[in-house]
């Protein structure tokens, strides 16, 4: 079975360009997150998803991102417009509907800001 | 404030030796504790999971254990091996469900030959 999966894996875009990552999560998994992980830290929560309701998205700068997860399966995460500081890689994960259970991690893709 | 603190920073070890990786927290409620490892250019890979009434758990050459009253727990690897390097990531869920996570930066550890 595959695993969580993201596209792309990296993307270089210039300050003030708009760009969007993509995000299919386990099947069956109805748990869906975004994190942003920058260089020697841990990953920080942007957005949680329990099927297609946003149910935490505190910590998403809600000026500049968004997120949508139509239906309930894969998910978009959108930054418009893009400054230096969101350099990063953007992880998405997923666990099924049971509590205390693993998520399953992307590989994440790696966002430069030029 | 809820928060997971890791130590050390970093750590260097030759193949083969032993190591111990430390999470302190202070989220409450407690839900459960995790252990990942994350190699570069990876995302996260679960290891362990300990619920409140878990003390140790392992996996392989991993063995997670948990102190719920003094809010620590340590991540021991035996026998390390070159693949071995990578961050190790405490998470700490608080709350029904374990859904809401708080993420530790991460030990770096090094395995040298």
């Known amino acids: 079975e595959a695993g969580v999966v993201q596209s792309p894996r990296y993307k270089i875009i210039e300050k003030k360009q708009p760009v969007a990552f993509w995000c299919n999560p386990i099947?069956?998994?109805?748990?869906l997150y975004w994190y942003r992980q920058n260089l020697g830290q841990g990953p920080e929560l942007l957005i949680r998803?329990?099927?297609?309701?946003?149910?935490?998205d505190s910590q998403l700068p809600k000026d500049r991102f968004s997120a949508e997860r139509l239906k309930g399966v894969d998910s978009t995460l959108k930054i418009q417009p893009a400054e230096l500081g969101d350099s990063a890689v953007y992880l998405c994960?997923?666990?099924?509907?049971?509590?205390?259970?693993?998520?399953?991690f992307g590989q994440g893709t790696r966002l430069t800001v030029v | 404030k809820n928060q997971v603190e890791q130590s050390p920073q970093s750590l260097i070890i030759l193949e083969g030796k032993n190591c111990t990786l430390q999470?302190?927290?202070?989220?409450?409620?407690?839900?459960?504790l995790r252990w990942y490892k994350q190699d570069t250019g990876r995302g996260p890979v679960s290891l362990t999971i300990?619920?409140?009434?878990?003390n140790t758990k392992s996996n392989g050459r991993y063995t997670a254990t948990l102190d719920a009253d003094t809010k620590q727990s340590s991540l021991h690897i035996t026998a390390s091996q070159l693949s071995d390097s990578a961050s190790y990531i405490c998470?700490?869920?608080?709350?029904?469900?374990?859904?809401?996570?708080?993420f530790g930066a991460g030990t770096r550890l090094f395995v040298k030959a």
């Open positions: 994960a997923s666990s099924p509907p049971e509590m205390n259970t693993e998520a399953f």
């Open positions: 099947s069956g998994h109805n748990t």
């Open positions: 999470c302190n927290y202070t989220v409450s409620p407690f839900s459960n």
């Open positions: 998470v700490v869920s608080e709350g029904a469900g374990g859904f809401k996570t708080i």
């Open positions: 300990m619920t409140f009434s878990e």
């Open positions: 998803y329990e099927n297609e309701e946003a149910v935490d």
